[in-house]
């Protein structure tokens, strides 16, 4: 049974693994990607986008998305930790497509219009497109089928401040607005992703088996691969985005919480994901006045990691 997904993604390494997904499960209908800032300048994402696609063999379509956050200044990109071409600083061609006329935005309201009840929305970055396509229709808040938000964090802090995930601090006022929008919403942030370790021996199977796509894969995760041995410690990365497809396609390997999210967007707690678990009492009522969402507070990382694995080298889920 075909799953239907929009990918919103600024593609930056993790997103390429999980993009790698995306053209090789046999139960996901790729229906297009959407990009935005964030790993990278939009411009990059787009033709990231656009390269991996040609990689793999296929023609997805691309549509290009929000360049900077709604409201905040934008920071500069974090070459650091992907690359100055978001995929390791490796040497790659130029992609031989183009993205399409419309905006990521027009393009999300359109799809889900035409699929009433159908689409996921899998996104992976900064959420501008999302709270602009909301902008411009509400009425796809009902229409939507699930909305996968692969940011923030509840219990495990954050990643570039000490309470905020990478892809809610980017953007706080988009954030805020898709998490509490009231469509059927998981959150996939720290809490579960930092469980999963993409290990050398992995990426090399998947290597082998992906072709011309394998060898950007295993070439820019060695880039990221640094990054985290400094920053955590290990032997390997964590593959946040392509946990968001894992609990699309597996949920059982997750633990999930049901509850209310909100997002702190000013200050030094700017980009925090705020969680009250549904029915607990909290002093005051104000922790409890947005939509029910789903929220991943653990994940099984070994059996996560091993689907990943699976899906790019055996493509079956």
């Given amino acids: 049974m ?42 990059t994402a787009t033709s990231n986008a656009l390269l991996l696609g040609e990689l793999a063999g ?13 409201v905040k200044d934008k920071f500069p990109a974090p070459a650091h930790i992907h690359g100055a071409n978001g995929l390791g600083n ?23 219009n035409a699929r009433p009840g159908e689409i996921t929305l899998v996104a992976v970055g900064p959420l501008g497109n999302l709270a602009t396509a909301l902008q411009l229709d509400p009425s796809i808040i009902s229409k939507v089928k699930q909305v996968i938000v692969m940011g923030g964090s509840i219990r495990e802090g954050g990643n570039v401040s000490p309470v905020a ?33 993409l290990t050398p021996a992995h990426v090399e199977r998947i290597r082998v088996a992906q072709g011309a796509l394998g060898e950007v894969l295993s070439g820019s995760y060695q880039f990221y691969k640094a990054f985290y041995k400094e920053a ?38 700017e980009g925090q994901t705020l969680f009250a678990p549904e029915g607990r009492e909290f002093l005051g009522n104000q922790w409890s006045q947005t939509p029910l969402v789903d929220v991943c507070v653990n994940a099984q990382g070994d059996k996560v990691v091993e689907w990943i694995t699976d899906v790019l080298t055996a493509k079956t889920a």
Avoid: Y
């Fill in 2 to 43: 075909n799953t239907p997904i929009i990918f919103d993604t600024d593609p930056g390494v993790d997103d390429a693994q999980a993009i790698a997904i995306c053209l090789a499960h046999p139960d996901i209908e790729f229906l297009g990607m959407t990009t935005t800032f964030g790993n990278v300048t939009i411009e």
């Fill in 58 to 70: 296929q023609s997805i379509p691309v549509a290009q998305g929000a360049s900077q956050p709604l």
């Fill in 90 to 112: 490796m040497d790659i061609p130029t992609p031989k497509g183009k993205a399409l006329a419309i905006s990521a935005p027009q393009f999300i309201v359109e799809q889900v």
């Fill in 165 to 197: 995930e990478a892809n809610i601090f980017n953007d706080p006022h988009a954030a805020k607005k898709v998490l509490t929008a009231g469509w059927p919403l998981t959150m996939v942030g720290l809490d579960a992703t930092h469980r999963c370790i």
């Fill in 232 to 269: 955590r410690g290990i032997d390997g990365c964590c593959p946040h985005d392509s946990c968001a497809l894992a609990w699309l396609m597996k949920p059982e390997m997750f633990t999930v919480e049901r509850g209310h999210l909100n997002v702190e967007v000013e200050g030094l707690a």
